[in-house]
């Protein structure tokens, strides 16, 4: 299963949204989610946000220390892509994802252990 976590929509701040994130990877490992996908838009300047910067370099550190398996930008989220095609083989039903293909910076996905 691919839970989806949309952060643009409740207008949390950056600790608050790093703390959603969190509770959510450890809800979906324990339910047996395959992954996660975060929406946190790009910010308003195409240079990226406040959450997307900040998410990111969390991810980093939890993948370092083996909370999460991995993460990508959306713009990995692609048929083609190594990392996506491996999501997509543990759980074929995320193959209907709106987002799939599309190219999107404003999602990061997050595979789970």
Known sequence: MLKVLNLKEDFVSTDQALAMVEIEIEKCAFD???AIK????????GKGGKILIAL???LRQWKRNGFI???FAGDKWDVFDKDA???LQADKSISGDEDLGRANPGITIIAIK
């Open 85 to 87: 095609w491996e999501i």
């Open 69 to 71: 398996k991995n993460y």
């Open 56 to 58: 990111r370099q969390k």
């Open 32 to 34: 047996g989610c395959v």
């Open 38 to 45: 975060v929406l946190h838009g790009y910010g308003s300047h």
